[in-house]
């Protein structure tokens, strides 16, 4: 089983919808948690932490779960630059593993 | 503008040739990681550094070497390239320093590697 797993989609969302997905994290011991994003041949980049408390940072609402294992991100009012893959990380031990993405596009 | 270059960002070799990727971050971080990308894994950790002379393997490490002589550099070696180590190599580096790591990892922009 792998340690950070994902739903690889894709994940199609018309312009103006809402999407949301999850991630599920096998150490119960992991510490921080973060949502990366991925553009197609690019490199990740830190789209936001995850807090226990849930966060949100504009259109992006980040949760944890921790009796279940898991992470979300839901992304409101989809736009088209929101068309990516999403990367789930998480922290155990200063060790960080990420899940292989979730690939979701907006379409007009 | 700080920033963290990869060299070169495609390259084609053939089997049991010796590769070394570089690269090269201004952000002054003791941090700096080496990740592979393949279809339908995760980033996969190669090797990482916490400071100079430091070198760590992580759960890919087998046919590959680092080296850090100073802060800024921390090139990647294939001793002998294998068709399984086509993919798509990523450098990083991080702000914290020691063991302890913010989660915040600045990446490269790729070397797009092929071992024919």
């Known amino acids: 089983r792998k340690e950070v797993e994902q739903d690889p989609g894709p994940f199609n969302v018309p312009e103006g919808a809402t999407v949301a997905f999850n991630c599920t994290y096998s150490?119960?011991?992991?510490?921080?948690f973060f949502w990366y994003r991925q553009d197609c041949r690019k490199e990740p980049k830190l789209l936001m932490s995850?807090?226990?408390s849930g966060n949100e940072d504009g259109r992006f609402t980040a949760q944890l779960n921790r009796a279940s294992q898991y992470i979300s991100l839901l992304i409101r009012d989809s736009k088209l630059s929101d068309s990516a893959t999403y990367l789930c990380?998480?922290?155990?031990?200063?060790?960080?593993?990420f899940g292989a993405g979730t690939q979701v596009v907006v379409t007009p | 503008d700080a920033e963290i270059t990869q060299s070169p960002r495609h390259k084609i070799t053939e089997t049991g040739r010796q590769v070394t990727l570089a690269c090269h971050q201004t952000?002054?971080?003791?941090?700096m990681f080496w990740y592979r990308q393949d279809l339908g894994h995760g980033l996969r950790l190669i090797h990482y550094s916490y400071g100079v002379h430091d070198t760590n393997k992580g759960e890919v490490s087998d046919g590959y070497s680092v080296s850090r002589s100073n802060t800024e550099d921390l090139p990647l070696t294939l001793e002998s390239a294998a068709s399984s180590q086509t993919s798509v190599y990523f450098c990083?580096?991080?702000?914290?320093?020691?063991?302890?790591?913010?989660?915040?990892?600045?990446f490269g922009e790729g070397s797009r590697l092929t071992v024919l």
């Open positions: 952000w002054n971080h003791n941090n």
């Open positions: 990380v998480v922290n155990s031990w200063g060790k960080l593993q």
């Open positions: 995850v807090y226990s």
């Open positions: 150490n119960s011991a992991s510490q921080s």
């Open positions: 990083a580096s991080s702000e914290a320093t020691g063991t302890s790591n913010t989660g915040e990892l600045f």
